[in-house]
């Protein structure tokens, strides 16, 4: 069986490493080869993953590089095409809700090949976000789901998904993390900042509905430096954040914005956090394992179950909802939280378990 893995942007990069490493395994049987369609290209936004995770080089990097949605998208099929046309493949493996995601899927179905969605079937329903039409999308066009949670399960039925399809297995992000929690690294923010055991923030934000409008991002960050009570702030600035960051001119004294940081580095700030701020999903997902109060910044969430399991809280992007929930978390109020079924850390080797029979 000829299998194509695809990796694109920074949070593809966690759940591919330990389906790849199980490969490793079976390489009789499975021939892989992996694709990074360049969608994320810096250093800290992929080379420093493929190094921490030991993910191997690339077999085909396809170069695509930053643009609008459409530029990607095009970009990517293009060249993913180009290069099935010179060699094909039975299956195409893609993760996650990425433009790699979706645009991959497109060009390989196309040219007849079964498409696989690790993490298919989760829904925001808030349409205006571009993951969710790459989930939609990517979805609509998927032979072999393999899930990370009941409620995702229900959602590919509703759509008529036949049930042969739907694969509950798990959460690969949860096999990187569990694998690695004996490695975490002390980032240089810890003595920089004098960081002291759960006595600290971790904030990200790169959602376009967050950071996209300087008041808008202006006034979320003055909210929550005001809730912390004087406890420092360690936000890794994503690259988006960092170019409208640049023309607000935010300063606080607890407040300290610092570069994109490894895998290693970024769980361990978060594993010792007293809370996690974010609008991200894939942290929510690494907050409720860890067990770290976490506080998200979106108005829905395609993994409810780290809400409803775990310790997140879907805090919404008014800055208003935010002091109530800082004030529960100052008084020692937060849920104590639970993992949710099959986030074990062994959710890979049922991935290549069933791979193994297709
Ligand atoms: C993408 C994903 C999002 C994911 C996020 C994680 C889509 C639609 N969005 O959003 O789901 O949560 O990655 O980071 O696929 N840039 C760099 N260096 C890089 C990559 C990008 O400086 O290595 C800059 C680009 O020039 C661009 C900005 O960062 O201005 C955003 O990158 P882009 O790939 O368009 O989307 P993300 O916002 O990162």
Avoid at 150 to 176: F, P, Q, W
Avoid at 235 to 242: D, G, K, N, S, W
Avoid at 248 to 258: P, Q, S, V
Wanted: aromatic share 6%; proline share 4%; with cysteine.
């Amino acid at each position: 069986m000829k299998l194509d893995i695809i990796a694109g942007a920074r949070p593809n990069f966690m759940k591919i490493a330990p389906i790849i490493a199980t490969l490793e395994k079976v390489t009789d049987k499975i021939q892989y080869r992996l694709i990074h369609t360049g969608q994320h290209y810096d250093k800290k936004m992929s080379g420093s993953f493929f190094e921490q995770l030991g993910i191997p080089k690339p077999h085909v990097n396809l170069e695509v590089g930053s643009g609008t949605q459409a530029e990607q998208t095009a970009r990517i099929m293009e060249r993913y095409e180009a290069l099935l046309l010179k060699e094909s493949a039975d299956w195409v493996l893609v993760v996650g809700d990425v433009t790699s995601t979706m645009a991959c899927s497109i060009a390989a179905k196309k040219l007849g090949m079964g498409v696989i969605h690790v993490e298919g079937g989760i829904r925001s329903n808030d349409i205006t976000m571009p993951e969710e039409i790459n989930r939609m999308v990517t979805d609509a066009i998927t032979d072999v789901f393999y899930t990370t949670s009941e409620v995702a399960n229900e959602n590919l039925r509703k759509l008529g998904h036949d049930e042969s399809k739907i694969r509950y297995v798990g959460n690969t992000m949860i096999d990187t993390l569990l694998k690695n929690k004996l490695r975490f690294i002390k980032p240089k923010a810890w003595n920089d900042y004098q960081l002291k055991e759960k006595q600290y923030f971790v904030m990200t934000l790169h959602r376009p509905a967050n950071v996209d409008e300087e008041s808008k991002l202006k006034n979320l960050i003055d909210e929550i430096v005001k809730g912390a009570r004087e406890m420092p702030i360690i936000f890794p600035v994503h690259p988006r954040t960092a170019k409208i960051l640049k023309g607000i001119g935010i300063e606080a004294e607890n407040l300290h914005m610092i570069e994109p940081l490894g895998y290693l580095e970024f769980n361990y700030l978060v594993q010792h956090a007293f809370a996690v701020i974010t609008d991200s999903g894939g942290i929510t997902e690494e907050t409720t394992v860890l067990k770290v109060p976490c506080m998200t910044l979106r108005d829905n969430t395609e993994r409810p179950e780290t809400i409803t399991i775990g310790t997140n809280e879907l805090v919404g992007t008014n800055p208003d909802n935010i002091a109530p929930f800082m004030k529960k978390l100052h008084q020692g109020e937060w849920k104590a939280g639970d993992i949710p079924y099959l986030w074990d850390g062994h959710t890979s080797k049922r991935i290549v378990d069933d791979l193994l029979k297709l």
